[in-house]
């Protein structure tokens, strides 16, 4: 049974950068299927999405986040990574990773149970 | 970009039927995910595709779709209904973008 779960700081200073590991069990990060993306919601608020990632390397950003957002992948370790640069008291949230279907539809179908960061000195 | 409008909440008494609803562009060309999301949880899909439900979702949910708007219905809503429900699709300007609703509050009443 596939499953994921993201791991990384829970407090990150503002103006540093944000990183977190989401890693793939239960399953190949290798499949031709999917695509690998990260969610994040802020405390109170609704689901924006970040970004994804193709086990080939190919990566999608949400355009508001583009400039600042690096997704990787690292198939030798079943796991694929969020960057997020120049952090702010804004970018304070839960962080999920997911996946979703690579054709038609984007339905995200699994997700891990998410974690907060927080930006603060 | 896209975007995905929701109403903020909705209710609905014990044992009805209600119908929560998402309006965006994008839905002319891709069908709505639903995603029930409870306090401290992860979001769960509930409905994907032109009206599919995941292994383990009751079939009192079901989804439909017409132009700019996808619906998903709960027949016989029940108190663990209560959550936050976020509709979702593919961005249809040809990039590939996914974007979020900004979701409804149901409370059953």
């Known amino acids: 049974q596939l499953q994921l779960q993201e791991s990384g700081p829970g407090l990150v200073k503002p103006s540093e950068t944000l990183s977190l590991t989401c890693t793939v069990s239960g399953g190949s990060i290798s499949s031709s299927s999917y695509y690998w993306g990260w969610i994040r919601q802020p405390p109170g608020k609704g689901l924006e999405w970040i970004g994804s990632i193709y086990y080939s390397g190919s990566t999608y950003y949400n355009p508001s986040l583009k400039s600042r957002v690096t997704i990787s992948v690292d198939t030798s370790k079943n796991q694929f990574s969020l960057k997020l640069s120049s952090v702010t008291a804004a970018d304070t949230a839960v962080y999920y990773c997911?996946?979703?279907?690579?054709?038609?539809?984007?339905?995200?179908?699994?997700w891990g149970r998410g974690t907060l960061v927080t930006v603060s000195s | 970009s896209s975007e995905l409008t929701q109403d903020p909440a909705v209710s609905v008494a014990l044992g009805q039927t209600v119908r929560i609803t998402c309006q965006g562009d994008s839905l002319r060309s891709y069908y709505a995910s639903w995603y029930q999301q409870k306090p401290g949880q992860a979001p769960v899909l509930v409905i994907y595709?032109?009206?599919n439900r995941p292994s383990g979702i009751p079939d009192r949910f079901s989804g439909s779709s017409s132009g700019n708007t996808a619906s998903l219905t709960i027949t016989g809503a029940q108190a663990e209904d209560e959550a936050d429900y976020y509709c979702n699709s593919r961005d249809s300007s040809g990039n590939h973008l996914a974007v979020f609703g900004g979701g409804t509050q149901l409370t059953v009443l």
């Open positions: 595709g032109k009206n």
């Open positions: 997911a996946s979703h279907i690579r054709y038609g539809d984007w339905y995200f179908d699994l």
